[in-house]
């Protein structure tokens, strides 16, 4: 037995200040001496080992969305290091909190040929070179005394959003320390009083728009944007991958904002004086058709970085406690010139009368299988209140995110920060073990939802829920194809040829073979998918899901519906 004063001592007690209870990642070598402390330390944290660092790091993303707080990752040197890169910068084009903790040969052995070295010594390559352009903040901890400032600068600069990592020598690892106990740095923000002046002028011309973005479930401020949205009378969209900030049924809510999105929204811009940007820095594929109208409204921005366009901006990397301050500010009495009447866009009272957001329409689809909308509107209706939900990229996550309408309490997440294709599968499984099974012992579900390019690039990590029982329910929409790919072959390239279609393959079958004890279903109809889900939604560990779909539907991807077709 060692001390408990060395660095990874001191480094699981602050991962535990942090409000973390799982550590993810894969053991080897360079970093068994932080799992060799979990282990120790396991009523404090739990270490759970990943099938591919990748998805380590998605889960850590996953984990750190759905409890509006941090991710930690834990890698060895040399190829696992390597295979953080994609997940980390995920967290970083998505802002997302995550703490990468990385280790290396000792430092004795740099630059001497030591097996795995990166530390930019004699020919080795450079990993703070490697990580830094997708990380906060990047460093190699060269001296045990070193760590306590690296990880408070680490954790500072990872609160912005984005991953933070540490390279930790070996050596380093294993070295006693004396340091005062962690003691998180504190969050903070700027005053209000270029947003405020902006809101109390547009309030005495006109109406405000606000479109929040996912900063505000990553800080857990959903009330406060209700309360904010309340006090405006605003009509509130939400960007692709905020749908679970603001409800369908909610007063004013408008759709979703860009290439997936609802004209709703496009019409309550017309007509506002003000558009209040919460949480987003409106990137393409929020602002995607939005471009024209925004272009004559006045921008205001609430977010941990300036947007993507200009607007008066206020920095924050606390939503909950910078709306306070907003909401604290409007609800002053509010001037005659101020005062303005509720939106007509849908109300709560609509809501419950049935009226829906306008759908895209698509080009009908005769080809197999079931339509995407009729997948996601059975899953709609399967959905258990509080049900977390997270969809992948391609053609099924542009309907997931145009036809969902999530539960309340739930969390919704799509990897739109870099787009890589898999990521659903790590970071559902990540949110799993925070949120899967709450204090009073009853059990919350979460839905990965998916097609089959993902499933065969990183569906294997399955196998950690299998080995955890998380209560987790896979759906996989298989088209046999990279269908996003054929629709981009059919529009830009004349079908001249595809790349992109495969075999037939049977994921349902495959899975019931692999894991005899797996609950799994390949239905072939919307009652038989209802079914499934149904008897899924009953069991308390994982279970999968296959629907057959055609690799030829043109998913609600405006881009794709107003592009002019090349003729072959």
């Not at 005659?336 to 306008?358: F, H, K, Q, V, Y």
């Amino acid at each position: 037995m060692h001390s408990g004063t060395r660095v990874v001592d001191h480094l699981v007690k602050a991962i535990y200040g942090l409000g973390v209870r799982h550590v993810f990642g894969v053991d080897g070598a360079n970093i068994e001496d932080l799992h060799d402390t979990a282990f120790d330390h396991r009523d404090l944290i739990t270490a759970v080992v990943a099938k591919l660092e990748f998805s380590a790091a998605t889960m850590a993303d996953g984990y750190a969305r759905s409890t509006s707080g941090f991710g930690v990752v834990a890698a060895t040197s040399g190829g696992g290091a390597m295979n953080l890169v994609a997940g980390l910068a995920e967290s970083f084009t998505s802002r997302v909190p995550v703490l990468a903790l990385v280790g290396q040969p000792p430092t004795v052995l740099e630059g001497k040929g030591a097996f795995q070295d990166s530390s930019g010594r004699a020919g080795a390559f450079d990993a703070v070179r490697l990580f830094t352009p997708i990380a906060r903040y990047c460093a190699r901890v060269a001296a045990p005394a070193d760590l306590p400032a690296h990880l408070i600068r680490a954790v500072t600069a990872a609160r912005r959003g984005g991953p933070a990592v540490l390279l930790l020598p070996n050596d380093v690892q294993q070295a006693d320390l004396v340091a005062p106990p962690f003691t998180p740095p504190a969050r903070g923000y700027r005053r209000l009083w270029r947003v405020v002046h902006a809101v109390r002028a547009a309030r005495a011309t006109g109406k405000v728009v606000i479109i929040a973005g996912d900063q505000i479930a990553r800080d857990d401020a959903r009330a406060q944007l209700a309360r904010v949205a309340a006090l405006l009378d605003a009509a509130v969209g939400v960007a692709p991958e905020a749908k679970d900030v603001y409800h369908h049924g909610d007063p004013g809510f408008c759709g979703v904002a860009g290439s997936m999105g609802h004209p709703e929204l496009a019409d309550a811009l017309h007509n506002a004086a003000l558009c209040l940007l919460i949480g987003t820095r409106m990137p393409v594929t929020a602002r995607a058709g939005l471009d024209e109208v925004l272009a004559g409204v006045a921008l205001a921005s609430v977010e941990a970085d300036p947007p993507f366009l200009p607007s008066a901006h206020v920095r924050s990397s606390d939503l909950a406690l910078t709306l306070d301050e907003l909401g604290t500010e409007l609800s002053r009495p509010a001037t005659t010139s101020e005062t303005s009447t509720r939106w007509a866009p849908l109300t709560a009272a609509d809501s419950r009368r049935g009226r829906m957001l306008t759908p895209i329409t698509v080009p009908p689809s005769d080809g197999p299988g079931l339509r995407y909308r009729e997948v996601v509107e059975t899953v709609n209706a399967a959905l258990p209140d509080g049900a977390d939900v997270f969809a992948d990229a391609g053609n099924t996550g542009a309907a997931v995110v145009h036809h969902l309408r999530l539960p309340r309490g739930g969390r919704f997440t799509v990897a739109l920060g870099m787009g890589g294709m898999g990521y659903a599968f790590g970071a559902g499984i990540g949110s799993a073990f925070a949120r899967g099974r709450r204090g009073d012992g009853s059990i919350r579900r979460t839905f990965v939802i998916a097609g089959d390019g993902s499933f065969f690039m990183h569906g294997m990590e399955i196998h950690t829920a299998v080995e955890y029982r998380l209560p987790i329910t896979f759906v996989v929409l298989n088209n046999n194809a990279h269908a996003m790919c054929i629709t981009r072959e059919q529009l830009y390239y004349g079908d001249r040829y595809s790349f992109n279609r495969f075999r037939p393959a049977y994921p349902g079958a495959g899975m019931a073979a692999m894991f005899p004890d797996l609950c799994t279903h390949a239905p072939t109809t919307p009652a038989g998918l209802a079914a499934g889900l149904r008897h899924c939604r009953g069991r308390s560990g994982p279970s999968f899901i296959a629907v057959d779909c055609d690799p030829d539907e043109i998913p609600p991807f405006t881009p794709f519906l107003t592009a002019p077709r090349r003729k072959p």
